[in-house]
């Protein structure tokens, strides 16, 4: 009987538990990733750079053989036409006196055939044999005499030596580095800029301006040197520029590879003044019609707004001639998902 009881009171426990766990519901945030719209007509924008070596080169020689002389240490300054290293000369002096030898002999029978063509003593075809030889062994001597000029390895302009790869007495192979060479002075410096930001560097009325850590009160012009139109590592353009401020090409500011500076970019381009830019992917075009995106406020709100396209530029961007101001956020993914007034998070 006690037990009947008890399974009674159990029951009746887990039913009034039961009726009173009503199930609750978990509203979901949905997730979206803004983009800030800049004004096309004035352009403002700062990128992190790096001077860089303007002239770099790896050393080596076009021969081989064992080194006997190599006047090269890490940090050591060169001028052009310094004398780094050399190779044992033996081998290679040998082999240019045998060819200069058969060159000579060569050259003086050819001498001595063309005088006896002259009087019809020889044939043209021994001439023609004897002019053959004689340019075929003056190639060899200056092949010979050029392998020699290739024991010794020249600085081919001043720099700095940045790393040395052999030790003296070593062997060095033909196309082995030596040295590294880097001029210790340069006006180049390189920065990447987001790939779609690509249609900016073809606009006019560009100006470039540089400020290194090193020199944080002095501004220095630049001008567009180079760039890559693609990124195949999607990692950005790589863009390079040259200070052409005068105060550095007289050497009152010295800049050397590897000094970190702040790169500004701007550009007043009036055909495209009042308009804006946004990724094509926030294009909002429902059936109803109309061309819209999807606005963020400050609250996390988002609305739909209105827009006129112009057109298309870079790899995913377009035009708006209207509807949008500069630094209004927009959602630039998954605008389908979305819904009049609905509250996002948003991802950094």
Same mark, same amino acid.
């Given at each position: 009987?006690?037990?009947?009881?008890?399974?009674i009171?159990?029951?009746?426990l887990?039913?009034?538990?039961?009726?009173?766990s009503?199930?609750t519901?978990?509203?979901s945030?949905?997730?979206v990733?803004?983009?800030k719209t800049e004004?096309? =007509?004035?352009i403002? +924008?700062?990128? @992190?750079?790096?001077?860089?070596a303007?002239e /770099? $080169?790896?050393l080596a020689?076009?021969v %081989?053989?064992?080194?006997?002389?190599?006047?090269?240490?890490?940090?050591?300054?060169?001028d052009?036409g310094?004398?780094?290293?050399?190779l044992?000369?033996?081998?290679?002096?040998?082999k240019e006196?045998?060819a200069?030898?058969v060159?000579?002999?060569a050259?003086?029978?050819f001498e001595?055939? =063309?005088r006896?063509? +002259?009087?019809? @003593?020889?044939?043209?075809?021994d001439?023609e /044999? $004897?002019?053959?030889q004689?340019?075929e %062994?003056?190639?060899?001597?200056?092949n010979?005499?050029?392998?020699?000029?290739?024991?010794?390895?020249?600085?081919p302009?001043?720099?700095?030596?940045?790393?040395?790869?052999l030790?003296?007495?070593?062997?060095?192979?033909?196309?082995e580095?030596?040295?590294?060479?880097?001029a210790?002075?340069?006006?180049?410096?390189?920065?990447?800029m987001?790939d779609?930001?690509?249609?900016?560097?073809?606009?006019?009325?560009m100006?470039?301006?540089v400020r290194?850590?090193n020199?944080?009160n002095?501004?220095f012009t630049?001008r567009m040197?180079?760039?890559?139109e693609?990124s195949?590592d999607?990692?950005?353009?790589p863009?390079?520029?040259?200070?052409?401020?005068?105060?550095?090409?007289?050497?009152?500011?010295?800049?050397?590879?590897?000094?970190?500076?702040n790169?500004?970019?701007k550009?007043?381009?009036?055909?495209r003044?009042g308009m804006?830019?946004?990724?094509v992917?926030?294009?909002?075009?429902?059936?109803?019609?109309?061309?819209?995106?999807?606005?963020?406020?400050?609250d996390?709100?988002?609305?739909?707004?209105?827009?006129?396209?112009?057109?298309?530029?870079?790899?995913d961007m377009?035009?708006?001639?209207k509807?949008?101001a500069?630094?209004?956020?927009?959602?630039?993914a998954g605008v389908?998902?979305?819904s009049?007034?609905?509250k996002?998070k948003?991802l950094?």
């Amino acid at each position: 009987m006690f037990k009947n009881v008890l399974s009674i009171l159990l029951f009746a426990l887990l039913l009034i538990y039961g009726c009173s766990s009503t199930p609750t519901k978990n509203d979901s945030v949905r997730p979206v990733k803004l983009y800030k719209t800049e004004s096309l =007509g004035l352009i403002n +924008k700062d990128f @992190a750079g790096m001077s860089v070596a303007e002239e /770099i $080169a790896e050393l080596a020689f076009r021969v %081989s053989g064992q080194l006997t002389l190599l006047d090269a240490e890490d940090g050591k300054i060169v001028d052009k036409g310094f004398l780094i290293a050399r190779l044992d000369p033996r081998d290679f002096q040998y082999k240019e006196d045998a060819a200069r030898s058969v060159m000579v002999s060569a050259k003086a029978r050819f001498e001595r055939m =063309g005088r006896l063509l +002259k009087h019809q @003593a020889v044939s043209l075809q021994d001439y023609e /044999i $004897a002019k053959t030889q004689y340019e075929e %062994s003056k190639s060899a001597f200056e092949n010979a005499e050029g392998a020699l000029e290739d024991t010794r390895l020249f600085a081919p302009f001043y720099g700095n030596i940045e790393k040395t790869y052999l030790n003296n007495y070593q062997r060095a192979n033909a196309g082995e580095p030596v040295v590294r060479l880097v001029a210790p002075r340069t006006a180049k410096v390189k920065f990447t800029m987001p790939d779609n930001a690509l249609s900016l560097l073809s606009l006019p009325d560009m100006r470039l301006t540089v400020r290194f850590d090193n020199y944080p009160n002095v501004l220095f012009t630049a001008r567009m040197h180079e760039y890559v139109e693609s990124s195949s590592d999607a990692t950005g353009i790589p863009v390079a520029i040259m200070i052409d401020d005068p105060r550095v090409n007289k050497g009152k500011y010295l800049i050397s590879p590897g000094m970190s500076c702040n790169v500004n970019m701007k550009i007043n381009n009036k055909s495209r003044e009042g308009m804006t830019a946004v990724p094509v992917n926030a294009i909002y075009s429902p059936a109803s019609g109309g061309t819209l995106v999807w606005v963020c406020d400050n609250d996390g709100i988002v609305h739909t707004q209105s827009v006129e396209l112009g057109d298309l530029f870079g790899s995913d961007m377009v035009t708006v001639k209207k509807g949008l101001a500069p630094n209004t956020e927009v959602v630039s993914a998954g605008v389908y998902r979305l819904s009049e007034g609905e509250k996002v998070k948003v991802l950094k």
